[in-house]
């Protein structure tokens, strides 16, 4: 089945304590990216990720970093992570061939930090 | 600046319409999509628009397009309770660049 697959799907953790939510999808994807949803807010993105090696910022990417060493995979790490962070995250992929292909996401982590 | 917007709540009696309405900012947006989103868990594609076109309708779904009132509407014919989510558009921007709206979440009532 055709899927991005997220984990944890819930994280309680405290300021400061690095952590890693991790991100895979079996359909070959080039691009990848990792979204933030807040209430009133709506998505925003945070990184993505064009193919492999290629990552670039979104729209709040302050906290956050990313890798892409593998196609399939593309994780989020919080090094330090703070209270404002406390969110709902998605992880979603697509393809690259066309200008309309359709986004998949994932089932999401929730996050808190205390 | 970049925002689209969506009104937060719309609560609709089982079998009425429902229509979701949402205003974007960039005249030069390629496509504009909505997604729904039921809980726990993430956005799933319901239909799309070109930029072309004005209406497009697609089983229960019809969207509607003014692109000179840069506003885009999700109109669902006789509402299930199963449509009870959250409704996003997203607009396309030439730069390939998807942007989101704040989220509609519709409740559906017997």
């Known amino acids: 089945e055709a899927q991005v697959t997220q984990n944890p799907r819930y994280l309680i953790t405290v300021t400061g304590k690095k952590l890693t939510v991790t991100c895979s999808q079996n359909m070959n994807h080039e691009y990848m990216s990792w979204y933030r949803q807040d209430p009133g807010l709506g998505l925003r993105q945070i990184y993505y990720s064009m193919n492999v090696e290629v990552t670039d910022k979104g729209d709040v990417p302050e906290g956050y970093k990313v890798s892409r060493k593998e196609k399939r995979n593309f994780p989020l790490i919080l090094e330090s992570p703070s209270p404002n962070q406390t969110s709902l995250y998605f992880c979603?992929?697509?393809?690259?061939?066309?200008?309309?292909?359709?986004?998949?996401f994932g089932s999401g982590t929730q996050l808190s930090v205390l | 600046g970049e925002d689209v917007e969506q009104s937060l709540f719309l609560s609709v009696r089982e079998g009425d319409s429902s229509v979701i309405n949402c205003t974007y900012t960039?005249?030069?947006?390629?496509?504009l999509y909505w997604y729904k989103q039921e809980p726990g868990a993430g956005l799933q594609l319901l239909t799309y628009?070109?930029?072309?076109?004005d209406m497009k309708q697609d089983q229960r779904l019809t969207v509607l397009l003014n692109k000179k009132d840069k506003h885009l509407s999700l109109r669902i014919a006789d509402t299930q309770t199963g449509d009870s989510a959250i409704y996003f558009c997203?607009?396309?921007?030439?730069?390939?660049?998807?942007?989101f709206g704040t989220g509609t979440r519709l409740q559906v009532f017997p």
């Open positions: 628009i070109f930029s072309n076109m």
């Open positions: 960039d005249s030069s947006s390629t496509y």
């Open positions: 979603a992929s697509r393809r690259t061939g066309s200008t309309n292909e359709k986004l998949f």
């Open positions: 997203a607009e396309k921007r030439n730069t390939d660049k998807l942007i």
